[in-house]
């Protein structure tokens, strides 16, 4: 095993940081902004729902087969393409095309965004590895993650009402245009382009991967776990603004709670890096779930928030612990196309659970809704605990990014 060095002593690594950083956080105001002229133009939430989870399941669905046919994917290319996408929305809102054009346009959008996430995470691999610092890589990851989370809607939010939507998608293509330079400028490697490798089909990779029982049983579980967690969704506004009487700033306050969680969790575990990673991945899953079950059962804003808080810690810590569990056992020759799998995974699961959480939101209360998810959460995590641990303590795979080659 080579010897860990910091992820930040690698010139390609703090690129790569930096562009998902920077593009995280623009992706707060195309949702946002999009969002809000889809509520503007439709009068319904109901759209707005509808669009969220197509957001989802369409790029989930659409991006592993469009990636996999092409040979040589740079991923600054896919950063680039994103920002001529969204320099097009923001003319045509400005214009007050017809909304049917910009969902259109967000979902390709979409597509391209996972694209360029789940290969910024491959190329993160190809620079990590040979230094031994992978995980450490992937905690500083997870810690880019909650700090967009905690960040993005407050300043999205503020850029819609000052700016107005347009200006606020411009913003997001100023993201990722600026994403793309960060990975055209410099030395080392930034896309996932290998010349020399062996070239291996969707198809094969996805067959290969279901008969590698700790690989499946990983993503199973992200995927799972994702759909329970992703149930409050259509609940969360309602819960902190009705049940319990808070306000929109109260609710920003929540989802903020939870981000600040995910960055302290990533300091935490690299504190903790000497203990056992099966256990910290377990104990992640365990503050997730007792703050979902905390926040259902809370009777104030302020308790919401705490469990925000304790919640978000638990995904600092998971997030980083699974992504590094599923990179490390992946087969050199299949380290693209997994890491676009686990992309999907995460893709569509919580767009799932949003129209699952739809539904209990129109039969049950919200304090049932969060009962159901983190219950669901603990059945999944108590059912694979075993599994779950000895992935994340067995002996890795070697992990090396490799080009995509064409689906059969």
């Known amino acids: ?28 105001f195309g949702e946002i902004a999009l969002s809000v002229v889809v509520l503007h133009e439709t009068g319904s939430v109901l759209a707005v729902a509808a669009l969220w989870v197509a957001g989802g399941i369409v790029p989930a669905l659409a991006g592993p087969p469009i990636i996999a046919r092409l040979a040589r994917v740079r991923v600054p290319l896919l950063y ?24 259109a346009l967000g979902l390709v959008d979409g597509t391209l965004a996972f694209g360029a996430r789940a290969l910024t995470k ?77 070239r291996v ?49 109260d609710f920003g306050l929540v989802l903020a709670a939870w981000g600040a969680g995910a960055v302290l969790g990533g300091v935490a575990l690299g504190r903790l890096r000497h203990l056992d990673p099966g256990i910290m991945l377990l104990a992640g899953f365990g503050l997730m779930v007792a703050g979902y079950l905390g926040m259902g059962a809370a009777g104030a804003v302020a308790t919401v928030v705490a469990f925000s808080l304790l919640g978000g810690l638990g995904q600092g810590i ?16 299949l380290q693209a196309h997994v890491n676009v799998i686990a992309e ?41 605990a075993r599994t779950l641990s000895g992935a994340v303590t067995g002996h890795p795979a070697p992990a090396v990014a490799v080009g995509l080659s064409p689906a059969r």
């Open 1 to 28: 095993m080579p010897r860990a060095s910091s992820p930040l002593r690698i010139p390609a690594l703090r690129r790569l940081l930096a562009a998902y950083a920077v593009s995280g956080l623009g992706d707060w």
């Open 80 to 103: 680039a393409a994103e920002a001529a996408v969204f320099a097009v929305l923001a003319i045509a809102v400005a214009e007050h095309a017809p909304t049917a054009l910009l969902v």
């Open 122 to 198: 491959t190329a993160i691999v190809a620079a990590a590895e040979p230094a031994g610092a992978l995980a450490e890589a992937n905690r500083l990851l997870g810690i880019v993650f909650g700090a967009s989370m905690a960040c993005g809607p407050a300043l999205a939010g503020i850029a819609v009402a000052a700016f107005g939507p347009a200006a606020a998608l411009a913003l997001d293509g100023a993201s990722f245009l600026g994403a793309a330079l960060l990975l055209t400028r410099g030395t080392g490697p930034v896309n996932v382009a290998a010349a020399g490798r062996p």
């Open 201 to 249: 089909s969707l198809r094969d990779a996805l067959a290969r991967a279901r008969r590698a029982d700790t690989l499946g049983m990983l993503l199973l579980v992200d995927g799972a776990t994702a759909i329970c967690f992703a149930l409050i969704i259509p609940v969360e506004l309602v819960f902190v603004t009705d049940t319990l009487g808070g306000s929109a700033a």
């Open 318 to 333: 998971e997030g980083c612990a699974l992504l590094t569990a599923v990179q490390t056992r992946a087969p050199a020759d």
């Open 344 to 384: 999907a995974v995460r893709t569509a699961a919580p767009a799932v659970g949003f129209a699952i959480g739809g539904l209990l939101a129109a039969t049950t209360t919200p304090r049932a809704t969060y009962l159901v998810a983190g219950l669901g959460a603990l059945a999944v995590t108590a059912v694979s």
